[in-house]
Every structure is written in structure tokens, then in C-alpha cells.
């Protein structure tokens, strides 16, 4: 069999009918880039992004909703191929079982400047609520309650440390997981009522927006102070399939960018990836950076061929 194919390969090659590149990228099964997703805004936005450019490319990106620790499992095993939704420091121990002994490879970083921490809306704040020290000084307020994101994030993780360790006195309050969708429902019906709430906040996300919430001090330890995101892949993902490894290591985004594709999603009830589409569309620069040095799965350049799905 292998013959046959060494035989039919440089047959094809002779006759000039396809691509050294097309012929590598295509028999290493690289069509299909399979994603994560876990149900977060921002990472849904970028995957649109990753989408639409593949998409363009003629490679299919096949994007599941997973939970982290899934994710981080199905990179291990092969069952996932890039995640862009890395969130560091609040990721750090799925970093350290999974990246720092190489099972998972963390390609490139995708975005700066993030903030991943326990929020309150501004009404909290201006009652004293600066700090997670503060938080317990009105457990009967908050009804002793942290609202979390879907059970198993890294964040939940760190909050449940906290209960545990009665950190910031914190041992008698309850996490309550959900997604992030439910959190922040119930996050509004508690604002409309101008009842107290904690619950995770981070930026990029367009509850900065339609909230108006201040970030708590004092969470650092767990939390970190600013911090970034990372594209991962699966072990050798770069290496077996160089093209798309190409154009993950050359994505990277802003928070303005993240924030109006998930504007528009939230507001104009557009899909992420039309959202995604319109801004590309609309800011066409980022196209030579982000294509730099990438083919098409057919071994032409990626640029015009984006454009041309514009």
C-alpha cells in the first residue's frame, strides 16, 4: 500500500496536477481542525474568527462545546486539536498537569491585559465592598453565596480552595456553578432588585458593558492581577499539520476586537460567525498579519482567498 501511494504521489506530482503542500497537509488528516469551545463569549468570538479564515482556506473547523477539563483531556488524548481559550494565571493548574510536562503544547499567545476576578455591580462597591476581605463583613447580604461559571473552570477551582480554606472567611459560603449565560441572568435579576451579588467577572466580555460592576482586590493569590491568553494545541498538532500550526501561531486579537464581534452578537442577535465576518470585513488590515506565511489547503496563498469570502 504504501508503495501504491509513494507511485501515485509522484505520478501526480509529475504531471503537475497538486501541490507538494496540499499533498503533506491533506494525507496527514489535516482538513479538519477540531476546537473546543466552553460555552464563553470571548472564546466563541475568536473561534468564529479561526473559523471564517479556515473556512476560507478550504480546511473545516469542527468547534465542540467542552468543559475545561475536557478540553484539556481531549488535547492530551488527541480528541482536540487547538483550544484558544488558555486563561492565565486562572488556568495555572490545568498548565502544570498538562503543558509544563508537555502533554499539551501552548503555541502562541492570543491576547494581553485580561482580568479574570470576583466583580460586584457598582451599588456593592459604593456600599464598601472594595475587597474580598469585605465580602464576609456582609455574608447576610450576599446570602453567603459566590456565583461561579460551569463546574469544573479553573475559576470555580480557585473559589472553591477559598471556601475551603476559610480564606477571607470565607468557609461558610456556598459556589453555585452554572453557565456563564445563567450566572449572569442571575447576576441582573439580583441588580434589578439592587440586591447584593458577587460573581466571576472578567474583560474582554460584554458584561463590562451592560453591568456596571467593579472588579474586587485582594484575590491575587488566586486569581493573579492582569493576565493573558494562550493558543494551545495537541502534542506535534504544529509540526504534523505546519500550516494551520502557521496561522494559529500568527492569530492574535485585542480586547476592542473581542468586545465588538461579542457586542454585536449580544446586541444585533447575530451569529458569532457572521459577527466575526462583518469585523474582518471592516478591519481587512489584520488579514496581513494573521496570513502571513499561510496556504490554502490546496497550496495557494491564504490572502486572496480570504478576501475573496469577504
Known amino acids: 500500500m504504501q508503495r501504491l501511494s509513494t507511485t501515485v504521489t509522484a505520478t501526480l506530482l509529475a504531471l503537475g496536477s497538486v501541490s507538494i503542500p496540499a499533498l503533506a497537509w491533506a494525507e496527514q488528516g489535516c482538513e479538519t481542525v477540531k476546537m473546543a469551545d466552553p460555552g464563553w463569549s470571548d472564546i466563541a468570538a475568536t473561534n468564529a474568527i479561526a473559523g471564517f479564515l479556515l473556512d476560507s482556506m478550504g480546511y473545516k473547523a469542527k468547534i465542540d462545546t467542552l468543559a475545561v477539563p475536557i478540553t484539556f483531556g481531549g488535547l492530551k488524548d488527541g480528541q482536540v486539536d487547538v483550544f484558544l481559550g488558555n486563561w492565565m494565571p486562572a488556568q495555572q493548574g490545568f498548565y502544570d498537569k498538562f503543558v509544563a510536562n508537555g502533554d499539551v503544547t501552548q503555541l502562541a499567545k492570543n491576547l494581553d491585559g485580561t482580568e479574570f476576578t470576583l466583580a460586584v455591580p457598582d451599588y456593592v462597591w459604593d456600599a464598601g465592598v472594595h475587597d474580598f476581605n469585605d465580602l464576609n463583613k456582609y455574608a447576610d447580604k450576599f446570602d453567603k453565596k459566590l456565583y461561579g461559571i460551569g463546574s469544573g473552570a479553573p475559576a470555580n477551582l480557585s473559589l472553591q480552595e477559598i471556601i475551603k480554606k476559610n480564606d477571607f472567611n470565607l468557609g461558610q459560603w456556598k ?33 463590562n458593558v451592560q453591568l456596571n460592576m467593579r472588579y474586587l482586590k485582594g484575590g491575587e493569590k488566586y486569581f493573579g492581577d492582569t493576565g493573558s491568553v494562550y493558543t494551545l494545541t495537541r502534542k506535534g498538532y504544529a509540526q504534523a499539520c505546519p500550516n494551520v500550526g502557521k496561522l494559529l501561531g500568527n492569530l492574535s486579537f485585542t480586547q ?55
Open 175 to 207: 459556589l453555585i456553578e452554572s453557565s456563564e449565560q445563567a450566572m449572569l441572568a442571575e447576576v441582573s435579576r439580583a441588580v434589578k432588585r439592587q440586591k447584593f451579588v458577587t460573581f466571576l467577572g472578567w474583560t474582554p466580555h460584554p458584561m
Open 256 to 310: 476592542e476586537m473581542e468586545n465588538s464581534i461579542m457586542a454585536e452578537v449580544a446586541n444585533k442577535k447575530v451569529s458569532n460567525f457572521d459577527a466575526a465576518k462583518a469585523w474582518i470585513k471592516a478591519n481587512p488590515a489584520v488579514l496581513g498579519k494573521w496570513l502571513d506565511g499561510v496556504k490554502t489547503l490546496d497550496g495557494k496563498e491564504a490572502l486572496p482567498a480570504v478576501q475573496a469570502k469577504l
